[in-house]
């Protein structure tokens, strides 16, 4: 729950900005959703590995969900707005017009996407001067991380992009700034993807050893030379222009902004858990292990003092749970590699034809067809036989190789519904797995990790659930409200707007503003002993 909220009857509004959909939700004093809209966004991928969106389809698609959020309530009852976003880099000129990222120069297309792997070339460079600021982001930084795509434009696009730009921005900070003129960056956003350091800023010498020694003349006003904590108020809140284009009340407090995985860990990580027997009641909140899957998975697990775990990002201080270090475990490619296997298999139009016909979702209809084709066995060992490695779009954590490719082992000649499903199964397990690995790295290093807590789109799916608390053997929390990362953009907003002094933080119990009370336990199935399976596979 939000807490006491100062004025009753006051509403909060959230933007979630995920990688295929923009939603809004309107969010009370209480922490509930009241309403709720969506919407697709487009994408490009013009390359292989260079994947881009544009900054006004998406600023569109915001207006769109958040009027429709809004509609027939009384608007004088919002009291404040939060955006989370994507870890994607934007890009605009001097005047804050979109620049193009393309070969093409189509400036309609301004972002480079966070899953975009251009920057290899850049990154391994990067990676090679060993700078100190390299120890914050696991020891190796990601290709997904802002520097090398930076140094990319720099590199290929100098005179119809670097030139000529002027901002270049965190999805969420850009919202954030076209909501309120305000171009400050979050803290969140800096710390996490740009090298920024709470405690010390920039680095210059980091920036000048990669060649984008730019920034540093410039102190910064590129990337951000005012940084604010997220949920901090914005400038004088929403301009009048920005309140037209989002249907909401100029002036309304706007909060500085959360990247997607964090919102969403900011949302389950304080749930309370109280009577579901769970090791992690009563238990500090650094015993909870936060997992947002949606395309990808980020694994945010948090701890008093920094724990450097090699492969997993940061530590990085403050930038989820004021006052808490974070690191983030992320598998690049989740809900994405899960659309992939099952869409581009023979049988799928098959699939699609059934479960249209019987009104389900195709990931429904596949699961209850594991079940249909089990027979004696638990669904988890239709896959004895049919292994997936899931690192089709390279290793993200713990093994930070962006040059691993995904592999499928024990394929057979026929492609029929039972081929598909079991292959479905087997790409949620090498999942799971992955989590798995990424929890052992993080407890080899000092996190002690007792439960896990699953948002985003991939945890409404309950094979993908039961899967993680089988393969890790830890009990799985789903909060009651299912957009809790949307719960966490409306969060920021409450926070900016000053009804909430700030994200409360209560060390035996979590962030004190989690899902309401009655959250949905999944404790790992004992009868299919799939966990002691993995583990005797992994002995052999
Ligand atoms: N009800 C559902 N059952 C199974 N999978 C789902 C369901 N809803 C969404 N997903 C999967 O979740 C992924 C997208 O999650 P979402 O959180 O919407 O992503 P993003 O934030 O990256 O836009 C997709 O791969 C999709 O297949
Ligand atoms: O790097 C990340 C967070 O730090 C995410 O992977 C990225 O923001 C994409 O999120 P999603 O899978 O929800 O689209």
Same mark, same amino acid.
């Given at each position: 729950?939000?807490?006491?909220?100062?004025?009753p009857?006051?509403?909060?509004v959230g933007?979630?900005?995920?990688?295929?959909?923009?939603?809004?939700?309107?969010?009370?004093?209480?922490?509930?959703l009241?309403?709720?809209a969506?919407q697709p966004?487009?994408?490009?991928?013009?390359?292989?590995?260079?994947?881009?969106?544009?900054?006004?389809?998406?600023?569109?698609?915001?207006?769109?969900?958040?009027?429709?959020?809004?509609q027939?309530?009384?608007?004088?009852?919002i009291?404040?707005l939060?955006?989370?976003?994507?870890?994607?880099l934007?890009?605009?000129?001097?005047?804050?017009?979109?620049?193009?990222?393309?070969?093409?120069g189509?400036?309609?297309?301004?972002i480079?996407?966070?899953?975009?792997?251009?920057?290899?070339?850049?990154?391994?460079?990067?990676?090679?001067?060993?700078?100190?600021?390299?120890?914050?982001?696991?020891?190796?930084?990601?290709?997904e991380?802002?520097?090398?795509?930076?140094?990319?434009?720099?590199?290929?696009?100098?005179?119809?992009?670097?030139?000529?730009?002027?901002?270049?921005?965190?999805l969420?900070?850009f919202?954030s700034?076209?909501?309120?003129?305000?171009?400050?960056?979050?803290?969140?956003?800096?710390?996490?993807?740009?090298?920024?350091?709470?405690?010390?800023?920039?680095?210059?010498s980091?920036w000048?050893?990669?060649?984008?020694?730019?920034?540093?003349?410039?102190?910064y006003?590129?990337?951000?030379?005012?940084?604010?904590?997220?949920?901090?108020?914005?400038?004088?809140?929403?301009?009048?222009?920005?309140?037209?284009?989002?249907?909401l009340?100029?002036?309304?407090?706007?909060?500085?902004?959360?990247?997607?995985?964090?919102?969403?860990?900011?949302?389950?990580?304080? #749930?309370? @858990?109280?009577g579901?027997? /769970?090791?992690?009641? &009563? %238990?500090? *909140? +650094?015993?909870? !292990?936060?997992?947002?899957c949606?395309?990808?998975s980020?694994?945010?697990?948090?701890?008093?003092?920094?724990?450097?775990?090699?492969?997993?990002?940061?530590?990085?201080?403050? #930038?989820? @749970?004021?006052?808490?270090? /974070?690191?983030?475990? &992320? %598998?690049? *490619? +989740?809900g994405? !590699?899960?659309?992939?296997m099952?869409?581009?298999?023979?049988?799928?139009p098959?699939?699609q034809?059934?479960?249209?016909?019987?009104?389900?979702s195709?990931?429904a209809?596949?699961n209850?067809?594991?079940?249909?084709?089990?027979?004696?066995?638990?669904?988890?060992?239709?896959t004895?036989d049919?292994?997936?490695?899931?690192?089709?779009h390279?290793?993200?954590?713990?093994?930070?190789?962006?040059?691993?490719?995904g592999?499928?082992?024990?394929l057979?000649?026929?492609?029929?519904?039972?081929?598909?499903?079991?292959?479905?199964?087997a790409?949620?397990?090498a999942?799971?797995?992955?989590?798995?690995?990424?929890?052992?790295?993080?407890q080899?290093?000092?996190?002690?990790?007792?439960t896990?807590?699953?948002?985003?789109?991939?945890?409404k799916?309950?094979l993908?659930?039961?899967?993680?608390?089988?393969?890790?053997?830890?009990?799985?929390?789903?909060?009651q409200?299912?957009?809790?990362?949307?719960?966490?953009?409306?969060?920021?907003?409450?926070?900016?707007?000053?009804?909430?002094?700030?994200?409360?933080?209560?060390?035996?119990?979590?962030?004190?503003?989690?899902?309401?009370p009655?959250?949905?336990?999944?404790?790992p199935?004992?009868?299919?002993?799939?966990?002691?399976?993995?583990?005797?596979?992994i002995?052999?």
């Amino acid at each position: 729950m939000l807490g006491e909220a100062q004025e009753p009857g006051s509403y909060y509004v959230g933007v979630d900005v995920g990688t295929g959909s923009v939603r809004a939700a309107l969010v009370d004093q209480r922490g509930s959703l009241l309403a709720f809209a969506d919407q697709p966004i487009n994408k490009w991928e013009p390359q292989f590995n260079h994947h881009e969106q544009s900054s006004e389809d998406i600023w569109t698609a915001c207006c769109v969900v958040t009027k429709k959020v809004v509609q027939g309530i009384d608007l004088n009852r919002i009291r404040g707005l939060g955006f989370d976003a994507t870890c994607s880099l934007v890009v605009l000129d001097k005047q804050f017009r979109p620049l193009p990222v393309n070969c093409e120069g189509d400036f309609h297309r301004n972002i480079i996407m966070w899953l975009d792997h251009r920057a290899v070339s850049q990154v391994h460079r990067i990676n090679e001067t060993k700078h100190s600021v390299l120890q914050y982001v696991g020891g190796v930084m990601s290709v997904e991380m802002q520097a090398p795509k930076l140094l990319w434009l720099k590199e290929n696009l100098r005179e119809t992009c670097w030139d000529k730009a002027g901002h270049f921005f965190d999805l969420p900070d850009f919202l954030s700034w076209k909501a309120t003129g305000v171009t400050a960056r979050s803290l969140c956003s800096l710390v996490c993807k740009w090298t920024y350091s709470a405690e010390r800023g920039w680095d210059d010498s980091f920036w000048k050893m990669i060649g984008l020694e730019d920034f540093v003349a410039d102190n910064y006003s590129k990337i951000g030379n005012q940084v604010l904590p997220p949920g901090a108020s914005l400038g004088n809140g929403l301009t009048p222009e920005a309140a037209k284009d989002l249907g909401l009340p100029a002036g309304i407090a706007v909060a500085a902004s959360l990247i997607d995985a964090h919102a969403g860990g900011l949302g389950v990580i304080g #749930a309370d @858990v109280r009577g579901h027997g /769970l090791a992690c009641e &009563g %238990q500090p *909140v +650094t015993s909870r !292990l936060a997992v947002i899957c949606g395309t990808s998975s980020c694994h945010m697990g948090i701890s008093k003092d920094p724990i450097f775990v090699p492969g997993v990002w940061g530590p990085y201080f403050s #930038a989820m @749970v004021p006052g808490f270090w /974070l690191n983030e475990g &992320g %598998q690049s *490619v +989740t809900g994405k !590699l899960i659309d992939h296997m099952v869409q581009g298999h023979a049988a799928f139009p098959e699939l699609q034809a059934k479960a249209t016909a019987r009104c389900q979702s195709v990931y429904a209809y596949l699961n209850s067809h594991l079940d249909l084709i089990k027979k004696a066995q638990p669904v988890g060992f239709l896959t004895v036989d049919l292994h997936v490695w899931p690192d089709f779009h390279g290793n993200r954590s713990p093994l930070a190789d962006l040059t691993l490719k995904g592999m499928v082992t024990g394929l057979k000649l026929s492609q029929d519904l039972d081929d598909l499903a079991i292959l479905y199964l087997a790409t949620v397990q090498a999942i799971a797995f992955g989590t798995r690995l990424i929890i052992e790295a993080m407890q080899a290093a000092g996190h002690s990790i007792s439960t896990l807590f699953l948002c985003g789109g991939l945890s409404k799916n309950p094979l993908f659930v039961q899967m993680h608390a089988d393969i890790t053997g830890m009990p799985v929390v789903l909060s009651q409200e299912v957009e809790s990362v949307l719960v966490g953009a409306a969060i920021l907003g409450a926070c900016a707007s000053g009804d909430f002094a700030s994200v409360q933080v209560c060390e035996d119990q979590g962030v004190g503003h989690g899902p309401s009370p009655s959250e949905t336990v999944l404790p790992p199935d004992s009868s299919s002993h799939l966990a002691k399976h993995i583990q005797d596979i992994i002995k052999k």
